[in-house]
Structures are given as structure tokens and as C-alpha cells.
């Protein structure tokens, strides 16, 4: 356990002291900010709703979802790999399993903050008059960081299968977009029992698990054991292929 | 402290490192020696447990590297080839982060990596961006990295690859020094190198083990590679041959090419001969131009097993290693004994007063005694 903690601790500084955690950073804070105040404009002064929006209720949210935990991710073993540093950590006295989890609660945070900016914008709204459901925040909040955590451990599965950063980018964007059109394939498969199908349904639907109970400010264990049992599947997978890759 | 037993590694059908096997004691220095792609780094990250072994095992401080990973990685502190280190990291934290993965106490590691430090002498570097040391700082900080844990066993991959002199002798003096607390094993294409730290050599050829001893050993075991190179006019260059060889101690006599208008023989012995056949030589009158005696060392023991086909072929390949001054072979002052040598440029710079024996078989040759100089004087040439 100590080993994730101080895995997690190296991901982080490494995430702040290269450019590329700061650039996302800034990325994440201006586009957040924009579609804040376009959902302010749009629910007419509404925050709670606003906020509900910006924190998985709209498009936006998904966007930044596919696009920006690949880009975190990316490099975590992909980059390792290639400049020896994962031979380093591999015979450290620190398990494979550590490693990955590590690096996604690494990956997590980051994103748990970039989308905690906008509770900055919570505040400010406070201060200026506006009443706020703080459990309604917190539980979207919480949410958020568990759709976050499913996102990045498919960023890191995409990272372990390849040694060009960019690569693992790309593949990390399109496992994500699969993640979230699994729901479509329903219309292919009518020709199964329509109860089958339904509940096959909805052990892939990401965005009406989120959407059914976090936005609307309801803790649901069984979303909460959704995300995290996804989450668990691709960290898992991503544990095996890292000690896939001492065979190559 | 290191036992590795039928260590095989294949990668596809290309078998990398085949049937290795041997057992390091306690504070011995070991080293690793092959010619690129012998199968150095992938032995050194099998003994690591980086990499899984096809067959055979492992067993470092008493643990298997694969199934009691996690024990016999505390045990190792290992400098991989590239030297791998967080680039945006300055050296204190990169030392701090090893520190917490071998759970060393705060104030320990605090005294540790003031230790190490000072050992590579990179005391002043502590808060330097490692991206930017330049690569032999950076391979000195790989090797505090390695050391800070205080690990048994310490396997550095070339660890003075893109060192300068200075600093090489002075890595080879750490690690002579670490002798006495860990077991070291290093890699190394550098022969001095491996010759002047390591009490054992362990030649890797081809995946192989090729040999495996002290060096004292390796030299004895290939005694037969010491050589007495002879160089000399004579009437009957293969009743020399026959003569040559049975003197006392010698293996086999080669005969080489024809210099002009010399011949040249690889006399392999057990010894030092030459004032054997210096004698032989004197007592039939042949007209000496080289006498050398080449002793086995580990380079020669090395070259010998990297080439061995190419070696057993005759003189020829280990002529350039012989006769460093051949090459122009001195017909020249022979020439200058022609009649229109007197046109011919000097090759050689003239040499002050230097006996000449005129061997030139135009020149009234065999009947005259060779065992006198003609002329002397280095100007006449």
C-alpha cells in the first residue's frame, strides 16, 4: 500500500514539473470557465443547475472526459518504457500492481482538480447571494472523480501497449470513445431477448449511470460499484500488460 | 550472495543467453565481459528480475528473483544501461524517492544520501535538475541512485560507458571500494577496465559462458595462448618449423607468410622462450629481425575466444597484434643495397648508427657469413 502512495507522490510532482500537467491545467480552467458562464447565461442565472450541468449534466463534461485523461496518461508508461525508467521502478522493491495504481490515482487527482476549479466558481457565486445544495456539489464532485478514475485507467491500458506517448494518446481517445458508444450497439443486437439486452445495457452505460444518480445529487451504491468495478477491470488489465511487457 | 543456475533466455527462436551458470560469494567483484550482444544486459536484468528467464534461476541473498521478487529486490541496488533517472527531478529528490521505495527511516535516508553523495562525489550537485548534469554526472548520480539503499549485491551495467579518463579510474576506484560491503557485478566491453577491478571474470560469448575464473586463472587456463613470435632469415624455412618445435615447451610452430625475404613464425609455448630459440637461432645462423614474446592477457584470452574461428586459422589475423613495426618490413635498407637504390627516397627517417645485415640474395647472399654486419651507419640508406 505504501508503494501506491509513494508512486502516487512521484506522478504528481512529475505532472507539475513538466509542462504538459500546467498546460492542461490551463486548458482545462479556460474552457471550464467558458462553458460555466454559457450555462449560466443558458439556465438563466441558475447556478445549482449550471453547476449539475458542468459536472457531467452537458456535452462539454464528456468532451473533456474522452480528450483529457489520455493526454495525462499518455506518458506515464509509455514514456518509462522508452527511457528505461519503467526497469528502474520494475525492479524496485515495489509491486507491478503498485506501479498502476500509482500512476492512475496520480491521473485521478489531477483531474479531480481540474474539475474542482469549478467549485471556485461555487464559491464566488456564494459570495455574490446565490444559495447552493453543497450535498448536490459534493456528490456530483464525487462522482466526477469516479468517471475520472474509469477514464484514466483506460489511458494507462493504452499507455502500456506502446512505447510512443502519442500513440497511446490516440488509442486511449478512441478506448474512450468505445467506453461511451457501447451503449449504441443496441440497435445492432435485436435479435436478443429484449430483457437480456436491457440489462446487458446497462452494465455498459456509462453516461446513465452518471447521469441517473450523481448529477441529480443521489449516492447510489450500485453506480458507485459500477465505475469502480469498470475501473477495477481496466486497472487490472493494465496491471497484466505491464507484466506483459517483461516478456517482450 | 548471487547463485545462478541454467539461466536460458530465448527470444523468439534467437536464444540471447544459454545455460549460464555460476555462484558469487560475499564482497566479491565480478565482471561481466562480452563483445556487443553477448548477452550482458539481458543476464544482468534476469539477475534482476526485470526480465523473466525462459529457464533456469536466480537466487540473490537466498531469494528467487521471480518468487521471492519483492525480497530479493530489497537486496539489489542495480544501475541499468541507460541510467535511467527522472529527467525534471533535481538529484536530493530522485535519492529521496529511492529512499522511500527501500522504506528507509527519514532520518536514515537523510544521512545516507549525504553519504552517497559524497561518495560520487556529487555532493555540490545535490539540487541540480538531473535533465541537465551532463552524461557523466548523470551516470555518477545512476550509481548514488544504486548505492543508496546500501544493497548486498550491486549489478552496474557498463557503468563508466561516457565517463572521461579521470572520472573512469576514479568510478573504478568505487567500486574496488565497495568490495568490502557488497558483491558487485559489472559490465563492461572495456577489458583494463574488468582486469583492474574484478577478482573474476566471467566471459559471456554468445549467450555462452565462455570462461569463468580469476584472472590469474583464465591466464593460466589459456597458457597456451602465450606466443613467441620469431622473424628470421633462414635456407629452409620448414626444417626450421620441425627444429623449432622440438624445443622443450612448444605447443605448435606456425609458419607465417614470407617478408620479403624473411619468414615469420607463431611459435605457441608454455613460457617465456625466446632465449630458447634465441639460441636455436643463434646456433644455425639464421638472421634474426623480431623476436617477441606475447603474454596471455585477458585481452588476448578475450579476442581468442570473440574470434575463435578467425584465430585458428593461422598467424595472419594476430599478425597485426604481433608486429605492431612491420609494416613497411625492412626491405628498404635491403633495396638501398641495389645499384639503383641511390635513386629510391628514404622511407624510414635515418636512424643513428644502425647495423645493416645485407640479406639481399642478389648480393653474393648465401655464401657470405651472415652472422657479420656488413656495413654500419644509418646514413648510407
Redo the contacts between chains.
Keep these: 500500500m ?2 501506491v502512495w ?1 508512486v502516487f ?2 506522478e504528481m ?2 505532472l507539475f ?2 509542462p504538459l500537467g500546467w498546460v492542461l491545467f490551463l486548458l482545462a480552467l479556460v474552457v471550464n470557465g467558458l462553458y460555466f458562464t454559457a450555462f449560466i447565461q443558458v439556465t438563466g442565472g441558475d447556478v445549482g443547475a449550471s453547476l449539475s450541468l458542468a459536472l457531467g449534466g452537458g456535452y462539454p463534461f464528456w468532451v473533456i472526459m474522452v480528450l483529457l485523461p489520455p493526454l495525462l496518461t499518455m506518458r506515464m508508461v509509455s514514456e ?1 518504457a522508452r ?6 521502478l ?6 507491478d500492481v503498485s506501479v498502476i495504481l500509482g500512476k492512475a490515482l496520480a491521473a485521478t487527482s489531477f483531474l479531480g482538480l481540474l474539475f474542482g476549479s469549478n467549485l471556485i466558481y461555487a464559491l464566488i457565486c456564494m459570495s455574490l447571494g446565490a444559495t447552493l445544495d453543497w450535498g448536490h456539489i459534493a456528490t456530483a464532485m464525487f462522482g466526477t472523480v469516479l468517471v475520472s478514475a474509469l477514464f484514466c485507467s483506460i489511458g494507462l491500458v493504452a499507455s502500456t501497449l506502446t512505447n510512443t506517448p502519442l500513440i497511446a494518446a490516440f488509442l486511449g481517445f478512441f478506448l474512450n470513445v468505445v467506453m461511451l458508444s457501447l451503449r449504441f450497439l443496441e440497435g445492432t443486437l435485436k435479435g436478443l431477448d429484449a430483457g437480456l439486452r436491457e440489462s446487458l445495457m446497462r452494465k455498459v452505460d456509462v453516461i446513465a449511470h452518471f447521469q441517473s444518480s450523481f448529477v441529480r445529487g443521489a449516492l447510489d451504491t450500485a453506480d458507485i460499484v459500477f465505475f469502480l468495478g469498470w475501473t477495477g477491470v481496466f486497472l487490472f488489465l493494465a496491471t497484466r500488460l505491464l507484466e506483459a511487457r ?2 517482450w | 550472495m548471487i547463485t545462478v543456475s541454467e539461466l536460458t533466455r530465448t527470444f523468439g527462436t534467437f536464444t540471447a543467453v544459454d545455460d549460464l551458470s555460476f555462484h558469487l560469494e560475499k564482497g566479491e567483484v565480478a565482471g561481466f565481459l562480452g563483445v556487443n550482444g553477448a548477452g550482458k544486459t539481458t543476464s544482468m536484468r534476469m539477475l534482476t528480475g526485470f526480465l523473466p528467464a525462459t529457464r533456469g534461476s536466480v537466487e540473490i541473498a537466498g531469494f528467487d528473483v521471480m518468487r521471492q521478487s519483492l525480497e530479493a529486490r530489497r537486496h539489489i541496488g542495480y544501475l541499468p544501461e541507460g541510467v535511467p533517472l527522472y529527467g525534471e527531478h533535481r538529484l536530493r529528490e530522485m535519492l529521496e524517492f529511492q529512499a522511500r521505495l527501500h522504506h528507509l527511516p527519514r532520518k536514515e535516508a537523510k544521512r545516507r544520501i549525504g553519504e552517497v553523495l559524497a561518495r560520487v562525489e556529487l555532493t555540490d550537485r545535490a539540487e541540480h535538475l538531473i535533465g541537465k548534469l551532463s552524461k557523466g554526472l548523470r551516470q555518477r548520480a545512476g550509481l548514488a541512485v544504486a548505492l543508496l539503499p546500501s544493497p548486498d549485491v550491486l549489478i552496474l551495467d557498463e557503468p563508466t560507458s561516457g565517463l572521461d579518463p579521470i572520472q573512469r579510474i576514479s568510478v573504478r576506484n568505487l567500486i574496488s571500494e565497495l568490495a568490502s560491503e557488497h558483491t558487485v557485478l559489472v559490465s563492461s566491453h572495456i577489458l583494463p577496465e574488468i582486469e583492474a577491478v574484478c577478482q573474476r571474470v566471467i566471459i559471456l560469448h554468445q549467450g555462452r559462458m565462455a570462461a569463468n575464473g580469476t584472472p590469474e586463472e583464465l591466464m593460466r587456463e589459456f597458457k597456451r595462448e602465450s606466443a613467441v613470435t620469431l622473424e628470421a632469415f633462414m635456407p629452409d624455412p620448414a626444417d626450421a618449423a620441425r627444429l623449432l618445435g622440438t624445443l622443450p615447451g612448444v605447443e605448435s610452430v606456425q609458419q607465417g607468410e614470407r617478408l620479403g625475404i624473411h619468414y615469420a613464425f607463431k611459435i605457441r609455448c608454455d613460457d617465456d622462450l625466446r632465449e630458447d630459440v634465441g639460441a636455436l637461432a643463434a646456433a644455425k645462423g639464421w638472421a634474426l629481425r623480431e623476436l617477441s614474446f606475447e603474454k596471455p592477457s585477458l585481452e588476448r584470452i578475450f579476442s581468442r575466444i570473440a574470434f575463435e574461428v578467425e584465430a585458428e586459422s593461422g598467424v595472419k589475423p594476430a599478425a597485426p597484434v604481433v608486429r605492431a613495426e612491420s609494416a613497411p618490413i625492412a626491405i628498404t635498407p635491403l633495396l638501398s643495397e641495389l645499384p639503383l637504390a641511390g635513386s629510391t627516397a628514404p622511407v624510414e627517417p635515418p636512424a643513428p648508427k644502425k647495423i645493416v645485415y645485407n640479406l639481399n640474395p642478389f648480393d653474393s647472399g648465401r655464401d657470405r657469413d651472415l652472422g657479420k654486419p656488413k656495413s654500419t651507419g644509418g646514413d648510407d640508406s
Aim: charge should be positive; aromatic fraction near 8%.
Design positions: 505504501s508503494g509513494i507522490r512521484r510532482a512529475g514539473l513538466t518509462e527511457s528505461g525508467m519503467l526497469e528502474f520494475l525492479t524496485a522493491p515495489i509491486r517483461r516478456w
